[in-house]
């Protein structure tokens, strides 16, 4: 199992170059079922999931081949789907698994997937998903681990007033793909409004669906008959860039970030700010951060996009241990997404934490030790950590880290920090799936 090795210390200076989005790139990989044409997907990332997902597409029935080029082209065609089904053992590390489920019952009326598992983060239920499923006329069970969808009779599921209770961003990705070859219209209230949702719904419509409200909390989408193929470029991933701005900070450098959205940021960079630290734009997709003279305590309370996100809460806290004064930060999306404080704790910074509640005492000289990651964002805290730490850290369990970002100690060594993976990487897997 792979560890990385950092020696901290060193400030971070030079230009790095943001991937496209694993959350926006994974389910835009699901909307290929929706057609026998072929999707081709532009600037993927070379991540763990987005190996899963190809495999999962490619058990399914899908053709998909990807091309070993940065950044990654991926061209995906489901042009007959001989299993409706996504077993457990293509699944069991990644939730967003569950985003086949809505693409299956639209384009063949029924759909066998198994529930998701992934970061131990807390519950993130599909029941939100499997209600608006019920409501557009397929009939759901859940048997021995799966989800069971079919739709009686016609085949096709119908249009129908979908009302999320609370916003899901996997819920409304996966109901916006089932209504688009729904008989009739879907109104879907309490949408998302994440960039994710919003590149899924560019796609969709370049695809041939009838969507309105794209952005906003209510979508409109007038059912079709049938999809074709398109070409697509996926949005940079907001949340690489905000770990990078929170890496040149921490360490006292400078960087540039190159091919990002600065518009996807704003609630990042606005609370960064708030604590010294200088972020400006420097073109089309550039920003510069700058290291902060003395860093400044400030709270923080993570809400649905367009608010602070829960995916930057654990970037954010190792920031703050070396901000002078005390931080309260609240996580509202998780109840489960604090185990990286613990682990931070060990390498000497002072925070508290109880209930949905951490308050982060600074500055604190933090010490390199050895650390264990729980999910994708405490691993890149943890090494965001490690930079700042005197000595040498050891984080293990970096596949957490392989699941959302992309050669991130190859980046991060570039602009001059000592990081290196040792272990084995198991054998070398690609990205090329076929069926």
């Known amino acids: 199992m792979d560890r990385f090795l950092i020696e901290g210390g060193r400030c971070l200076e030079g230009t790095v170059g943001i991937s496209g989005a694993k959350n926006a790139a994974l389910p835009a990989m699901a909307a290929a079922l929706l057609t026998s044409e072929p999707v081709h997907l532009k600037n993927i990332p070379r991540v763990r999931d987005i190996l899963t997902m190809g495999k999962l597409l490619a058990h399914i029935g899908a053709h998909v081949q990807a091309l070993d080029l940065p950044p990654t082209d991926m061209t995906i065609q489901a042009e007959r789907i001989s299993d409706a089904e996504a077993p457990y053992e293509l699944v069991r590390t990644m939730r967003a698994s569950i985003l086949t489920l809505g693409p299956l019952v639209a384009r063949l009326g029924r759909a066998r997937v198994s529930l998701p598992g992934g970061c131990a983060i807390g519950a993130r239920p599909v029941d939100l998903h499997l209600k608006a499923l019920e409501k557009m006329g397929a009939e759901i069970g859940t048997a021995h681990g799966y989800v069971e969808a079919q739709v009686p009779k016609t085949g096709r599921l119908r249009g129908a007033t979908i009302i999320f209770e609370k916003i899901t961003v996997t819920g409304t990705e996966n109901i916006l793909m089932a209504a688009v070859l729904a008989e009739g219209e879907s109104l879907i209230e309490n949408a998302a409004r994440e960039p994710e949702v919003t590149d899924l719904a560019e796609l969709l419509v370049s695809m041939g669906a009838q969507i309105e409200g794209i952005g906003s909390a209510t979508l409109r989408v007038r059912g ?141 000289q933090l010490e390199g030790t050895g650390v264990i990651a729980s999910d994708l964002r405490a691993s890149a805290s943890l090494v965001l950590a490690g930079l700042v730490a005197s000595g040498g850290t050891v984080i293990e369990r970096v596949y957490h880290l392989d699941r959302g970002y992309e050669r991130i100690e190859e980046k991060l060594t570039a602009v001059g920090a000592r990081i290196k993976r040792v272990g084995d990487r198991g054998g070398g897997e690609s990205l090329g799936a076929g069926a």
């Open 224 to 364: 079709v008959e049938r999809l074709r193929g398109t070409e697509h470029a996926v949005i940079p991933d907001r949340v690489e860039a905000g770990t990078f701005l929170v890496a040149g900070a921490i360490t006292g450098g400078e960087l540039l970030l190159e091919r990002c959205a600065p518009e996807h940021l704003s609630a990042v960079i606005s609370k960064l700010a708030e604590t010294g630290v200088e972020i400006r734009s420097e073109g089309a997709g550039q920003l510069r951060v700058r290291a902060a003279k003395k860093l400044v305590a400030a709270d923080v309370v993570t809400e649905e996009y367009p608010g602070f996100a829960t995916d930057m809460q654990a970037q954010f806290m190792a920031l703050v241990t070396q901000a002078e004064g005390t931080s309260a930060i609240t996580e509202t999306i998780f109840e489960n997404r604090y185990l990286h404080a613990s682990e931070m704790v060990r390498m000497g910074a002072n925070i508290t934490v109880g209930g949905r509640q951490a308050i982060v005492r600074g500055p604190t």
